[in-house]
């Protein structure tokens, strides 16, 4: 089973979502694993503290022209979709940063010059918290594509019985490479008029990839009722709300888990273990 924690923006509570369900699920069921997918920013450790058993260095592969053999002809430069090759005067010079390794240059190079070179493009952490297992990627410092890492970082899970994945925010790359092939995504949004507006894109994107999916309001105030219309509309379900209490953002500044601290919020995620009970039937 896999349920992935997402956000249209940052600073919605997603991570407090996913850490706290996570170690609730852990004292019920074996083998739970949290996965920390925003490989850019990771923070569930800072709650979780988990004890690293594990660390893999993770590499991409990147072209490396043999400029004794290479004629200069082009085609790996006019195959590549993302600038990653350029020609200038017949001579191929190679961005590393922008490749994706899809492999196409060096399959269409008629003299094979292109050969694969490796870089660094962060590492993958095992640990265990607790009864919970614990996998996070983690970022080279100024890597500018996350997407491979993240796959990394969850292939590493991939054995593991029932996963929580918690996602980067926002709609694009990285967030499409995480919620793939999960079973149900948890989308986590405050009351707000930014909060509506980045629940909304992230909706679309959702709907676009065909997940299920089901709303979680943090921070749940007076103006609840923006989220509440807009998922009335959209015949979205809400699965729970968190309260607006100052003693949750407390725990959050001191790395603290809510459900440890604060025992009566477990009642506020008793509706996710629901959730997770009905996907697993």
């Known amino acids: 089973m896999r349920i992935a924690v997402a956000s249209g923006k940052g600073g919605t509570g997603k991570s407090t979502v996913a850490t706290n369900l996570a170690y609730i699920l852990s004292e019920k069921y074996n083998d739970v694993c949290l996965i920390d997918c925003d490989v850019e920013e990771p923070n569930c450790h800072i709650f979780l503290k988990p004890e690293i058993k594990n660390s893999?260095?993770?590499?991409?592969?990147?072209?490396?022209?043999?400029?004794?053999?290479c004629?200069?002809?082009?085609?790996?430069?006019?195959?590549?979709?993302?600038?990653?090759?350029?020609?200038?005067?017949?001579?191929?010079?190679?961005?590393p940063e922008?490749?994706?390794?899809?492999?196409?240059?060096?399959?269409?190079?008629?003299?094979q010059a292109v050969n694969k070179d490796q870089r660094q493009v962060g590492i993958v952490e095992k640990g265990i918290s607790e009864k919970l297992k614990f996998i996070h990627g983690k970022s080279k410092i100024g890597e500018p594509m996350s997407p491979p890492l993240i796959k990394k970082t969850k292939?590493?899970?991939?054995?593991?019985?029932?996963?929580?994945?918690?996602?980067?925010?926002?709609?694009?790359?990285?967030?499409?490479?995480?919620?793939?092939?999960?079973?149900?995504?948890?989308?986590?949004?405050?009351?707000?008029?930014?909060?509506?507006?980045?629940?909304?894109?992230?909706?679309?994107?959702?709907?676009?990839?065909?997940?299920?999916?089901?709303?979680?309001?943090?921070?749940?105030?007076?103006?609840?009722?923006?989220?509440?219309?807009?998922?009335?509309?959209?015949?979205i379900e809400i699965l729970t709300?968190?309260?607006?209490?100052?003693?949750?953002?407390?725990?959050?500044?001191k790395g603290k888990l809510v459900v440890k601290?604060?025992?009566?919020?477990?009642?506020?995620?008793?509706p996710l273990l629901k959730l997770v009970k009905r996907i697993k039937q």
Not at 180 to 188: A, E, L, P, S, Y
Request: with cysteine; glycine share 6%.
């Open 98 to 111: 922008l490749c994706h390794s899809c492999g196409g240059c060096w399959l269409i190079c008629p003299v």
């Open 261 to 270: 601290e604060l025992p009566e919020y477990i009642d506020a995620f008793n």
């Open 71 to 95: 004629v200069g002809c082009g085609q790996c430069v006019n195959i590549c979709q993302f600038n990653a090759l350029a020609i200038v005067k017949k001579k191929i010079i190679v961005f």
């Open 56 to 69: 893999e260095e993770v590499f991409l592969s990147v072209p490396q022209i043999d400029e004794s053999i």
């Open 155 to 235: 292939k590493a899970g991939q054995n593991h019985h029932i996963k929580i994945l918690d996602c980067p925010p926002g709609t694009s790359c990285p967030v499409i490479t995480a919620v793939d092939r999960v079973d149900f995504v948890i989308m986590v949004t405050e009351p707000t008029p930014f909060g509506l507006y980045d629940l909304k894109l992230a909706v679309d994107v959702m709907k676009k990839l065909d997940k299920d999916f089901g709303i979680v309001i943090n921070r749940s105030s007076e103006n609840d009722y923006l989220i509440e219309d807009y998922a009335a509309s959209e015949n």
């Open 241 to 253: 709300k968190i309260a607006d209490d100052r003693r949750i953002a407390e725990c959050y500044s």
